[in-house]
């Protein structure tokens, strides 16, 4: 039964991850290492040139631009809307925190298999390739989206610190739930994906993680052009950008199964 045969791979999986200390640690210590940085750094603009920026013409289109997914901040004083603002990058930021996990962990677990020659008696299983490679994608996933709601939880209680808990109820909203419940989970189970990929093909645990490594670019470009105005993703971008994302993620995976041929790949790894 198809269920159970991903099941089967989730537990090897997570057998595998819970014997590594390293690994535990990227799963905890990496997102929160993550999390900090974003917040110190969101502080620091705030601090050194939020002023600045609420009076400065090239971020006015930016500001106004605010008002349409966050229609309170109309109300709201110019500083407390740069401050808004940069609450909002929150939202890139965590997705950095799926990936950087995956990069590591997705990358590694096949390459370490084939290392080990560990991968050999589970491609004799009656498994499939692509309850082969879900199983082992959702095996990182899972954990990683927990901590990564765990660290969206402990951005609020940041924001609370920072002094700008009055903020909160512009910034919880539509666009930031279907961030965190439809981008972030699409984001990070493509990084899985794409980790599986260059750990299946590549020979060593180096080249498998720069395989996935551009993966994070198009994230600070996507943090880039919203603090810029180029582009402001409203509500319905938002949502067309995770379904998009979901559409990959499918032909993503038709695409790792396609790679993974399991036939010779005993035969290429030996």
């Known amino acids: 039964m198809t269920i159970e045969r991903i099941k089967n791979v989730l537990r090897n999986e ?66 407390d809307r740069v401050r808004l603002l940069l609450l909002t990058q929150l939202n890139f930021f965590t997705l950095l925190i799926p990936t950087m996990v995956a990069i590591y962990a997705g990358a590694y677990g096949i390459v370490e298999e084939k290392v080990s020659n560990s991968l050999e008696p589970l491609l004799a299983t009656p498994v499939k390739t692509w309850e082969l490679l879900f199983g082992k994608a959702m095996a990182g996933f899972l954990p990683a989206m927990i901590i990564t ?63 996935v490594l551009f993966i994070i670019f198009p994230i600070f470009i996507l943090i880039a052009v919203q603090m810029t105005g180029v582009i402001w993703f409203t509500p319905l971008i938002i949502v067309v950008m995770g379904i998009v994302l979901c559409l990959i993620d499918l032909l993503v995976l038709r695409i790792a199964v396609r790679l993974f041929q399991r036939e010779s790949i005993i035969i290429r790894w030996r």
């Open 149 to 211: 709601w765990i660290c969206a939880a402990l951005a609020l209680v940041g924001v609370y610190i920072l002094g700008w808990g009055y903020l909160i109820g512009h910034y919880i909203n539509i666009v930031w739930a279907v961030n965190f419940f439809l981008i972030s989970p699409a984001v990070a189970f493509l990084s899985f994906l794409l980790g599986i990929i260059g750990s299946s093909r590549a020979r060593d645990h180096r080249s498998a993680q720069n395989m």
């Open 14 to 79: 997570w057998k595998v991850l819970a014997s590594e200390p390293t690994t535990i640690m990227l799963f905890t210590l990496v997102p929160l290492i993550i999390l900090a940085e974003a917040m110190v750094a969101i502080w620091l603009v705030a601090m050194i040139g939020g002023e600045a920026m609420a009076g400065n013409a090239f971020f006015a289109g930016t500001l106004d631009k605010l008002v349409t997914s966050y229609p309170g901040a109309v109300d709201l004083p110019d500083l």
